[in-house]
């Protein structure tokens, strides 16, 4: 079974840039994660869809990363502009179902790690 | 906010040897998960345990959950150079549905 695939998986850009990454989950799985990752921290939460909505972005800094999930599949994060703050790794992870049912176990892809300059 | 945190922040221990990590946490949970993460295969899966269990085993690895005191523990026996990583716990509470991640134990084991 193919895992989480996300890319690219290293990115370098300048301050006030703008910069996308891409996630393609496990097929079949509907929930679909977005997590920030500090060095030396665990990872934060940003955003959780469910098919294509969004069941939480409360941790999402609104003004200037954005996410969305076309046909309940793919999603891309992205971040505009970018702050040097935003240096991180960035995991996408997935699951079968709704952390509601039995099966909550989240998978994970290897990440992309973003310095900003 | 941390709901999770790991104690101790690093440790170090020689082969053959027992590791035991700890996680406390703030508010009442649904379950608690552990997780592993090295460079080499990112952030895996280890064991859930629910609310309602005091102990869980998989393989080498042994889950403890005590309500009353808001803590977790987690013991690799007989370790293994492989096992070096960095271990973290993820609660979920019953009124929301995301994870929250502690921010890790980092394992280092001799060989």
């Known amino acids: 079974e193919a895992g989480v695939a996300q890319s690219p998986r290293y990115k370098i850009i300048e301050k006030r840039q703008s910069v996308a990454f891409w996630c393609n989950p496990i097929?079949?799985?509907?929930?679909l994660y977005w997590y920030q990752q500090i060095l030396g921290q665990g990872p934060k939460l940003l955003i959780q869809f469910q098919n294509n909505g969004v069941v939480d972005d409360s941790q999402l800094p609104k003004d200037r990363f954005s996410a969305e999930r076309l046909k309940g599949v793919d999603s891309t994060l992205k971040i505009q502009p970018a702050k040097l703050e935003d240096s991180a790794v960035y995991l996408c992870?997935?699951?079968?179902?709704?952390?509601?049912?039995?099966?909550?176990?989240?998978?994970f892809g290897p990440g992309t790690r973003l310095l900003v300059l | 906010s941390q709901q999770g945190e790991e104690d101790p922040q690093a440790l170090s221990i020689q082969e053959g040897e027992n590791a035991t990590m700890n996680c406390s946490y703030k508010?009442?949970?649904?379950?608690l998960q552990w997780y592993r993460q090295n460079s080499g295969r990112g952030l895996v899966h280890l064991i859930l345990i629910r609310s309602n269990e005091r102990e869980k085993h998989s393989g080498r690895l042994r889950v403890t959950l005590d309500t009353s005191k808001k803590s977790s523990s987690l013991l690799i026996t007989a370790s293994r150079a492989a096992d070096t990583a960095s271990y973290f716990c993820a609660t979920r509470m019953d009124s929301s549905y995301k994870l929250i991640f502690g921010s890790g134990t980092r394992l280092l084991v001799r060989p």
């Open positions: 992870a997935s699951s079968l179902v709704l952390p509601s049912e039995y099966q909550e176990t989240q998978y």
């Open positions: 508010t009442s949970i649904n379950n």
């Open positions: 097929s079949g799985h509907a929930t």
